[in-house]
């Protein structure tokens, strides 16, 4: 809720995700769909709208949409119907895009968010329907003429539809990376957001708090970032209400937000829109989805990220906190998980805080992401083993770390072998230690049998020094208070 | 003195595979007399020499290894709806006068491999919607019998050709009736198989739930032979059937004893004397070869041309909004900005009955006109195709005529409505995405007569069957319009 003034306000948000399906080919041509190509070189008959040419749908694209359906728990349509939408543009070689209208092949099911007191919130979903994308215009390489790249046209998208949940530009980022985690997650999105594998538009209106009617929205289109969703929901919002509190009205239209100039401006009305003529497209009949490939989308479906939190906290003992950012990381929880198995014995919790902290802490210094990750988890679940039986101490660790991330290949066992690095296990040898230190210190043992305890440090270094930190501490412990108190 | 592919292709295949004609001498005696009939307007580009020698040689090899089938070697024209790999495809439209396509149809690719020489491209209305080949850019096709009158449409150039005896085989495509009412017109056998059953890639999209390729030959046999060769699923097609390809020659000489024929006595009293007169003798030939006669009825089919003419130029109305002047066909010259280059190149591309039927399918579709146009059409067009499913219950085919009347005079139907009329027959069929067949049933006043057949979906065998066996009682089918002048 927004206070402005004496009257409270109440945002409304829901917002339209385009997330681009990782698929091998377009959705409804051969075409490749890879980002960066050659102008025009990704283009068929079908996608340049060759005359005669016709859709055949892509499979693979029918898959991902199932899977998302199955991983937000909604309704799949088994017969889906996919439309024409009618509308004339340079990019748009058929003069419509084949998306879905009635019957799309995803209705329902819902997101669950979590909020800054760490209460969780549900976002209902309205649909997910399959659409093609455009191609692209371009008109600032020729003074003559706009340029038209074909690549893109046929892409695979899901648009995500969710219902006017949100009630400030925190949750609508808040359920934006959560649609974002999940698409990620099911491998279905490969999330660039430079390339525009990920897109938003928000729908976004005010309505005096505690009023159940929703007010006029406008759409802003084509944010994204996740900063910018937030600035630019903030911003309307709070346009909004100025213009309602001057006594204004609220213009049903479309608005593009300007991060130059962080403010959001009417880009065309409601009256100026386009009738776009859906009709259900007589080119691909119905699209009958079997209940072999639903199965078998289930039977497939990764672990979602709110069922990894569930098995982290509850089965491996982790922080909800350390299991959230872990399990919303596909990369990260996949080295958490490999890291946890190679593991002699493994130890979920002191994975978890290693990767989190000492491992964290580099990947940050050195400006890498988990996938970028230079030590293998199999070489980590080394060092970890090695700490975790005590072989060395955490502080060695952190030492031998740094020198596995330089050097690739190098195993913990043979840095802690060559240089010598393993905790004094051997008794015996460290009692021989220890009297040596004594036997070289008289005045020092004296001084503490006369009661200096503080003393008993000083020992404990000395020891050290002369093992080079590899004297395990509690052992040292005992064998000094032996030898010093008798 | 007749063609050699006048008795049918059995016949020239035999002479052709025992080499007392070669393919060299087919071909140039077919292209010599399309050339002949050059008055009839009927074709819109000839395959360049060198093509069409090299598919010459491809077939007299085949020939000659002995792996040729029982179409290679023959000629044929396609009709110019259908995309032919670097042969000009206007679909009769000034929008794509200068379109030379990349690819081939499956139908044409199909019947290239089956050793069929592509001659050129015939004549028809642009981008199929007419039913007289009056409204093609390059101009109408006269009808072989009369040169005053049409040849019917909108596969009026592939009728004509075949009528005039100049080529042996034309491909046709029938949305609404363009292959049955130009083969009645022009007095040869035409038919458009079942929705579904004839890839549709790379011909020219009309209305794409009701466009289906077919074919013209003189008799129902050679129909079956080159139906054969062009049917079957295609994996570029989602529409397409997906059983494999059928042999229609299987059937043609089985018994009619028997056979349910079903007339619809509502149709024939909307027909002139002379088209209701040729129809009572084809009911007799077929009661005469064994078959019992039904009356019925189909009560919703005089809804179907209120509900054609909104479902197809309402498919229409999207099918052609890829001619925009961007990518390829007409541009208008220095348009001053984008909507200026659309309307121009739109406006000076199309001829007026596309333009009117753009403007009919986008009013249809547009919002809040939906519910009352298209969603209502839909639901006539279901009833329709229950209509034709009960009286199936109760016959094996129907009998019917193709057209009111017989060809009219160019320039007779001005008024679009009444030109609509023309297809009154053969609309309910494509409705319910039927096969349908049109036969030669004899002359009224020395212009043809065609009876049309219609049956349950994937019936083509039997229709075949039973043009087959009145073709072997009549020789209506034989007649050239010069041996009648």
Redesign the interface.
Known sequence: MTASGKQQWEAVIGLEIHVQLKTDSKLFSGSATAYGAEPNSQVSWLDAALPGTLPVVNEQAIRYAVRFGLAVDARINRETVFARKNYFYPDLPKGYQISQMDRPIVEGGHIMISLPDGSQKRIGLTRAHLEEDAGKSIHDIYPQYSAIDLNRAGTPLIEVVSEPDMRSAAEAVAYMRQVYTLVTHLGICDGNLQEGSFRCDANVSVRPAGSQTLGTRTELKNINSFRFVERAIKHEIARQIRVLEAGGRIVQETRLYDADKDETRAMRSKEAANDYRYFPDPDLLPVHVSAALIDAEKAQLPELPQEKINRYTQSWGLKSAEARILAEDAAASAVFESCVAAMQHPQPVLAARWLLGEVSALLNRDGLDWPALPVAPVRLAGLLDAVASDTISHKTGKTVLEKMWDHADVTAAEIIEREGLAQMSDSQALAELVDKVLADNPKQVADYRSGNDKLFNFFVGQVMKATRGTAHPAELKTLLEDKLNT | MTAPWHQGLKTLSGQLRRGELSVAELVAESRQAVQKVAHLNALISRADDEAVEHQVNLAQQALDKGTAGVLTGVPLVHKDI??TRGLR?T?ASRM?AD?V???D?TVVARLKTAGMVTLGKANMDEFAMGSSNESSYFGPVKNPWDNQRVPGGSSGGSAALVAAGVVPVATGSDTGGSIRQPAALCGVTGIKPTYGRAS??????F???LDQAGVFARQAEDCALVLSAMCGHD?????SDASGPVDYSAALNDSLTGLRVGILPQWLANTEAGVAAALEAVQQQLQKLGAEIQEVTLPTADLAIAAYYILAP??A??N?????G???GHRCQQPEN?DDL?CRSRSEGFGEEVKRRILVG?WA???GY?QAY?HRAQQVRRLIAEDFARVFQSVDLLLAPVTPETAFRLGEKADPVSLYQADVFTIPASLAGLPGLSMPAGFSQGLPVGAQLIGPHFSEARLLNVAHQFQQHSDYHQQLPEARQ
């Open positions: 259908f995309s495809t679909c794509l379109y396509p990349p690819f149809a549709r890639y790379g011909m020219i999209a209305a794409s739930s994996p570029l097609d989602s529409t309402a498919e109305s999207a052609l909004a890829r001619f925009d961007v990518r390829y984008l659309y986008t579709l547009s919002a939906y298209y």
